[in-house]
Nanobody
Framework: QVQLVESGGGLVQPGGSLRLSCAASGSILSIRVMGWYRQAPGKQRELVAT???????NYADSVKGRFTISRDNAKKTVYLQMNSLKPEDTAVYYC?????????????WGQGTQVTVSS
């Protein structure tokens, strides 16, 4: 079974930084797009950033210039470097990966990690 395990969340002050990590494990043949999403209380989950296997990136306007997504294919890990954090960045952050196992591509989700930016 494929599993995505996230780490790096926590409580930070406005203007601070956090680095989230998400490592994929299991019977993985290939990983295509990887990304980060977030969900604040009472709101729908929204895309934060994505990165392709060729390292092409895409960011939500709200985080562009502050967040950086990257990946280490050897480690099957995607990262999200978050700088200049704002209170509105407070949310549960989920990693997502498009993964091929034995015979099909499928989206997988991490368990989520809480990011809280105090005001």
């Amino acid at each position: 079974q494929v599993q995505l395990v996230e780490s790096g969340g926590g409580l930070v002050q406005p203007g601070g930084s956090l680095r989230l990590s998400c490592a994929a494990s299991g019977s993985i043949l290939s990983i295509r797009v990887m990304g980060w999403y977030r969900q604040a209380p009472g709101k729908q989950r929204e895309l934060v950033a994505t990165i392709t296997g060729g390292d092409s990136t895409n960011y939500a306007d709200s985080v562009k210039g502050r967040f950086t997504i990257s990946r280490d294919n050897a480690k099957k890990t995607v990262y999200l470097q978050m700088n200049s954090l704002k209170p509105e960045d407070t949310a549960v952050y989920y990693c997502n990966a498009d993964i091929r196992t034995y015979g099909a591509w499928r989206d997988y989700w991490g368990q989520g990690t809480q990011v809280t930016v105090s005001s």
